[in-house]
């Protein structure tokens, strides 16, 4: 009975990194999926604020709970435009974790999607190396939606992430303000297999994007190829 026992937690511990592993690239293939829908809805992300951003968050199915205060949990994953300038084609992603407080009523105790544009190289290396608070640390605001919203608001300029929600079907501008942001590098050493900075996936660009970005990276590459930021 004993051998028998200790059979099943050896079976049990030696599938757990690649069960890890397929966690993290189903999360990857539903950023991809997110990233699809909200591209094509009428009132979308405005193309001229995708084209200026330096990188992109996709949050799929970030969950609200209350434990005495309202609060809400996500993983989704982190691309750059590849290169210390930004100007190359969308990076591998990293995985990301979104932790903080209440975003109010839109989430109504469903999952929602989030979509973050990270606008300048200042917001791009505060995140990508330590934890920052949305509103403190980095500037963030809701972001304009529409094909025909100019981008050169106060709000679009000022902020470093302009954010967006997807709820129960409907696609808005969100403030994030009190919640944190983090590089997951525990899910990124069970995708990579390797212990690895979040900035070295996507700013210095060492590692190999795995299949399951295919998606996600082939939709941004084609609805925006280039870094129109005029830096």
Known sequence: MKRIFLLMVVTLLVGLPASAQKDENNRIRNAGKVMVEILNVPDDIPKDLLDKAECVIALPSVMKFAIGFGGSYGRGVMTCRSGKDFSGRWSAPSMMAL??????????????????????????????????????????????????????????LRAEILSYSRSRGLFAGISLEGSTLRPDNDGNERLYGKRTTAKDIVINSTIRPPASAKLLLATLNKKSPRNESGK
């Open 99 to 156: 932790e903080g407080g209440s975003f109010g009523l839109q989430l109504g105790g469903q999952a929602t999607d989030f979509v973050l544009l990270v606008m300048n190289q200042r917001g791009a290396d505060s995140i990508l190396t330590s934890q920052v608070k949305l509103g403190g640390d980095v500037a963030a605001a809701a972001g304009p939606k529409g094909r025909s919203v100019a981008a050169s608001t106060d709000v679009t």
